[in-house]
C-alpha cells in the first residue's frame, strides 16, 4: 500500500519561513520523481518544485530563490524549505511521486501566510 503522509504546514507571517516534509513508503522511493504542488482557494493545481531520482530540481518562476526542495533516500522524504513567505503563497501543498505511468498523492497540508 503506497502511502505519502505530508507535514510542516501552518500559520506564518510573511516573510517567515516553512519545512514542508513528504515521507514515503510502499514505493521504490529513490527511483521516483518527486514534486510538491499547491492550490490555492479557486484556483487550479500548479506545480512548486519537482527532484529527479538523480537530485535534478526544477521550481516554478514563482518560488525561484524563495524555495528549496530537497530529498533523503535513506529516510525515502522530500523536503520543500520556503523561505521569504509571502501572502499568495497560501494553500494546501501536496507531495507527489511519479514513476513512468505511475502517480501517486499526499492528502495536502495547509500553509496560510498571514500577519
Known amino acids: 500500500q503506497v502511502q505519502l503522509v505530508e507535514s510542516g504546514g501552518g500559520l506564518v507571517q510573511p516573510g517567515g519561513s516553512l519545512r514542508l516534509s513528504c515521507a514515503a513508503s510502499g514505493i521504490m522511493f529513490s527511483s521516483y520523481v518527486m514534486a510538491w504542488y499547491r492550490q490555492a482557494p479557486g484556483k487550479q493545481r500548479e506545480l512548486v518544485a519537482s527532484?529527479?531520482?538523480?537530485?535534478?530540481?526544477k521550481y516554478a518562476d514563482s518560488v525561484k530563490g524563495r524555495f528549496t526542495i530537497s530529498r533523503d533516500n535513506a529516510k525515502n522524504t522530500v523536503y520543500l524549505q520556503m523561505n521569504n513567505l509571502k501572502t499568495e503563497d497560501t494553500a494546501v501543498y501536496y507531495c507527489?511521486?511519479?514513476?513512468?505511468?505511475?502517480?501517486?498523492w499526499g492528502q495536502g497540508t495547509q500553509v496560510t501566510v498571514s500577519s
Open positions: 527532484i529527479s531520482s538523480g537530485g535534478s530540481t
Open positions: 507527489k511521486a511519479g514513476h513512468m505511468y505511475l502517480e501517486y
